[in-house]
């Protein structure tokens, strides 16, 4: 059985996160590297964790998480997709089973935001771990008065948590931003999508999404 050790051990997969990075880095993207997927691989295991899925479930959730942006080596367009033809190959050659290799590709290729639908409980906690990583550490051009609206809100960023709150029932994101930095409405424009992205995942979870942002309820 394909195991979170050894994908997160394996020195090629490694290899292509480093890569997929650097292509974004040259793009203008914000951090992508082997400090993000292990946190969407963390989070992942802390949602289902949390809401008692099974440990297998649980494990796949963390591949996952670790291999969802692999794709962006190819093209960050239709990166998900990319991402899972390629997850495909490297789980089949470290001799992943066909449903476990299935259950980590269909979350793969369903967690961008263009394209994402919560098609299982995995794919559905990759979204929230993946979505809900906002941080000022993410951004990469440290000159700001050059930043762009992406930069400006991620960096804006002070504290961001994510918990399972009120019994299990509610997936809560919540930021302290800097609004001299960036005001909220800032967030709402670029991130609303991937906002409405989470509170269908969460759905698939029996749980409300909600989004606090300073101390205030937004979602």
């Known amino acids: 059985m394909i ?8 020195e090629a997969i490694k290899t292509y996160i480093r890569q ?9 993207y914000t951090e992508h590297s082997l400090a993000h997927v292990s946190k969407v691989a963390d989070v992942a295991r802390y949602i289902l964790e949390t809401l008692s899925y099974s440990e297998r479930e649980i494990e796949l959730a963390q591949i996952a998480g670790y291999l969802h942006d692999i794709g962006n080596i190819v093209n960050r367009k239709d990166h998900a997709q990319s991402g899972a033809v390629m997850a495909f190959r490297i789980l089949d050659q470290l001799g992943a089973s066909p449903e476990d290799n299935a259950n980590i590709i269909a979350a793969i290729g369903n967690h961008d935001e263009e394209t994402a639908v919560p098609v299982s409980a995995i794919a559905a906690a990759l979204i929230l771990a993946d979505k809900t990583d906002v941080r000022r550490s993410r951004v990469r051009n440290q000159d700001l008065p050059s930043f762009d609206i992406h930069d400006r809100v991620n960096y804006a960023v002070e504290k961001s948590q994510i918990e399972i709150a009120n019994n299990n029932t509610v997936f809560r994101l919540s930021l302290t931003i800097d609004t001299s930095i960036s005001p909220v409405m800032d967030y709402f424009e670029i991130f609303l999508n991937r ?25």
């Open 3 to 10: 195991t979170f050790k050894q994908v997160k051990e394996n």
């Open 195 to 219: 906002m409405l992205l989470c509170k269908r995942a969460a759905a698939k979870l029996n749980l409300e999404f909600e989004l606090v942002i300073n101390k205030q309820k937004i979602l």
């Open 20 to 28: 997929a990075d650097q292509t974004l880095s040259a793009l203008g």
